[in-house]
Antibody, heavy 116, light 108 residues
Framework: EVQLVESGGGLVQPGGSLRLSCTVS????????MNWVRQAPGKGLEWVAN????????YYADSVKGQFTISRDNAKNSLSLQMNSLRAEDTAVYYC?????????WGQGTTVIVSS | EIELTQSPGTLSLSPGERATISCRAS???????LAWYQQKPGQAPKVLIF???TRLTGIPDRFSGSGSGTDFTLTISRLEPEDFAVYYC?????????FGQGTKLEIK
C-alpha cells in the first residue's frame, strides 16, 4: 500500500524552528518528485515547496523562500521540511505529497501551530 | 508565479443539477498542466483530473475537465450527494506550483 506519514508538527513560539518529516512506503521514493502543501485553518491549499528525485532541484513558494528548506534522503525513504523564523501565518496543516504528473498521493498531514 | 482565480467562490446546487467551476490563470499554463482536486472536510485532497481534461482512474465520468491556455473548467454533469465538497484547480506548468483559492460546492 502506498503511504505517506508526516511527523514533527506541534506548537512553536513565533521566531522558532521546526522540522517536519515524511516517511514513505509502498513505492520507489527515489523516482518521484515530492512536495509540501499546507492549509491554514479554514483556508485553501497553498503549495509550499518541491524537490526533484535526486534532490538536485528545489523550488519554493515566494511566501516561504529563504525561510523553509526542503530536503530528502532516498536511502531512508524520507522527505523533510526545515522551517525557521516561524510566524503566526505559518500555522497550518502540512501535507507531504507525491508528484506523479499531479499530486496523486497525500499524507494525512501534520499540524503546526505558531503561537506564544 | 502563475495566479489561478476560481469562480464562483461558492456554488449552491441540488443533487441532480449540473455544476460548472471556472479556473483562470494569470498566464498560459504550459502543456495545460492543470489539475482539479476535491477536498471533503477533515480529509486530504483527492486528484480528479490531470492534465486539464483527463480523468484519473476510478473517477466517475460525471466529472469532466476542459479548457486550455489560461481558461479551464470543471463540470460535474449530475451532482450526487457525495460530490458536495471544496474543489481546487492547481497548475504545474511552471516550477512554482499554485492552487486556486477553492470553490465550495454546497447543497441548496
Amino acid at each position: 500500500e502506498v503511504q505517506l506519514v508526516e511527523s514533527g508538527g506541534g506548537l512553536v513560539q513565533p521566531g522558532g524552528s521546526l522540522r517536519l518529516s515524511c516517511t514513505v512506503s509502498g513505492f520507489t521514493f527515489s523516482t518521484y518528485w515530492m512536495n509540501w502543501v499546507r492549509q491554514a485553518p479554514g483556508k485553501g491549499l497553498e503549495w509550499v515547496a518541491n524537490i526533484k528525485t535526486d534532490g538536485s532541484e528545489k523550488y519554493y513558494a515566494d511566501s516561504v523562500k529563504g525561510q523553509f528548506t526542503i530536503s530528502r534522503d532516498n536511502a531512508k525513504n524520507s522527505l523533510s521540511l526545515q522551517m525557521n523564523s516561524l510566524r503566526a501565518e505559518d500555522t497550518a496543516v502540512y501535507y507531504c505529497v507525491r508528484w506523479n504528473y499531479a499530486m496523486d498521493v497525500w499524507g494525512q498531514g501534520t499540524t503546526v501551530i505558531v503561537s506564544s | 508565479e502563475i495566479e489561478l482565480t476560481q469562480s464562483p467562490g461558492t456554488l449552491s446546487l441540488s443533487p441532480g443539477e449540473r455544476a460548472t467551476i471556472s479556473c483562470r490563470a494569470s498566464q498560459s499554463v504550459r502543456n495545460n498542466y492543470l489539475a482539479w482536486y476535491q477536498q471533503k472536510p477533515g480529509q486530504a485532497p483527492k486528484v480528479l483530473i490531470f492534465p486539464a481534461s483527463t480523468r484519473l482512474t476510478g473517477i466517475p465520468d460525471r466529472f469532466s475537465g476542459s479548457g486550455s491556455g489560461t481558461d479551464f473548467t470543471l463540470t460535474i454533469s449530475r451532482l450526487e450527494p457525495e460530490d458536495f465538497a471544496v474543489y481546487y484547480c492547481q497548475q504545474s506548468g511552471s516550477p512554482l506550483y499554485t492552487f486556486g483559492q477553492g470553490t465550495k460546492l454546497e447543497i441548496k
